[in-house]
């Protein structure tokens, strides 16, 4: 089957786009948690979760793409269609971050402040090449994936053949060549490479894993993902189990997907107002912590909830709207061109 056939919706992928946002959601917590603790440990496997995220887009965003089409029209399609799903929810976040740190008279830096805007490792304040917004950082990687794509698109229809083979070479670039200008870790864009090997498999080949293997699989790669020492480069461990996690979901979507509940639907649906808002939860916890009013293992379960929680008010009160906003905008202009 071409690429040129665009998936039904998979539930499973949506369940697993609310794994991954509750990885990062508790793994942030557990940092602020940790202090607290006699260990000072924190959580670092689920920092995974943006593994996972990589790799889903890997997989999702080239079947989103019409291979018959090619040209100046098309990437500008695609990458238009991009800008609205990533752009305005992120500008809001970052103008209100910025907003607040003005009113507290935190220093701050133009060229960081545009380079936040723009997804552009800028060096801020302390030295770090964050944007305003700290979980920020992995929009870089998605618009330079989904810009390249544009360029695919713009050169030939034949994404597939062009951003695998770019995305190992930049990621092994990353991973040999030391590149300190560029402010980024190369090496994850082999992630994207990952999903785009998934969904190579999933779209050219008919057969799948068997619900029993592949319900272990997900079982054994998952629990490795969340509970194994980090022993060595991030994309050869969380990376693979992450790909591993995709292709036993992807099995099971026939057996599963018009059973999995709504509400494990609802967290993916809302993982990037989830991903984007969920710190501002942090600081409750922390003063909670410091009033010794919880625990740290209730400061973890209670902050967990708020981030997710003030996830899930920016999903439906901002999130959805825009997207409403988009799509009644598409169908209008879809509309209005005279049929020939």
Same mark, same amino acid.
């Given at each position: =089957? ?7 919706? !998979? ?27 006699? *260990? ?11 593994? @996972?995220?990589?790799?889903?887009? /890997? ?41 607040? =740190? ?44 989904? @810009? ?21 070479? +930049?990621?092994?670039? /990353?991973?040999?060549?030391? !590149?300190?200008?560029?402010? =980024? ?30 319900? !272990? ?47 494990? !639907?609802? @967290? ?10 969920? *710190? ?7 003063? =909670? ?16 909830? +708020? ?14 709207? +825009? ?18």
């Amino acid at each position: =089957m071409g690429l040129s056939s665009r998936p039904a919706p !998979l539930r499973t992928l949506q369940v697993l786009r609310g794994i991954a946002v509750l990885l990062v959601v508790i793994h942030h917590f557990s940092d602020v948690t940790a202090a607290f603790t006699p *260990e000072h440990k924190v959580w670092d496997n689920g920092a995974s979760g943006v593994d @996972l995220f990589f790799v889903i887009s /890997g997989f999702i965003i080239p079947l989103s793409i019409d291979s018959s089409r090619s040209g100046f029209a098309a990437a500008a399609r695609f990458f238009q269609r991009r800008l609205e799903r990533v752009v305005p929810l992120y500008w809001l976040v970052t103008t209100r971050t910025l907003l607040s =740190m003005l009113y507290f008279g935190v220093p701050l830096i133009f060229s960081h402040i545009v380079g936040s805007y723009l997804f552009v490792p800028t060096r801020g304040r302390f030295g770090e090449y964050l944007p305003i917004v700290s979980v920020g950082w992995t929009l870089t990687y998605e618009m330079a994936f989904y @810009l390249l794509i544009a360029l695919a698109i713009l050169w030939t229809g034949r994404v597939m053949e062009v951003m695998i083979p770019l995305v190992v070479l +930049i990621g092994v670039a /990353g991973l040999t060549v030391p !590149l300190p200008a560029v402010h =980024m870790d190369l090496s994850l864009f082999l992630d994207f490479g990952l999903g785009m090997a998934a969904a190579l498999w999933y779209t050219r080949s008919k057969k799948r894993l068997p619900p029993l293997m592949a319900t !272990l699989l997900f079982v054994v790669a998952l629990t490795l993902e969340l509970t194994a020492p980090f022993y060595t480069l991030r994309v050869v461990q969380w990376g693979i189990l992450s790909f591993l996690v995709l292709v036993s979901a992807l099995s099971l979507e026939g057996v599963l997907g018009n059973k999995l509940p709504r509400w494990a !639907l609802l @967290l993916g649906d809302a993982s990037y107002s989830i991903y984007l808002v969920h *710190e501002y939860g942090l600081t409750i916890i922390r003063h =909670m912590l410091l009033a010794k009013l919880l625990s740290p293992a209730a400061g973890l379960m209670l902050g967990t909830v +708020i981030g997710m929680g003030f996830g899930l008010a920016c999903y439906w009160m901002i999130e959805l709207p +825009i997207l409403n906003f988009f799509k009644i905008r598409r169908l209008q202009l879809r509309r209005s061109v005279p049929v020939s």
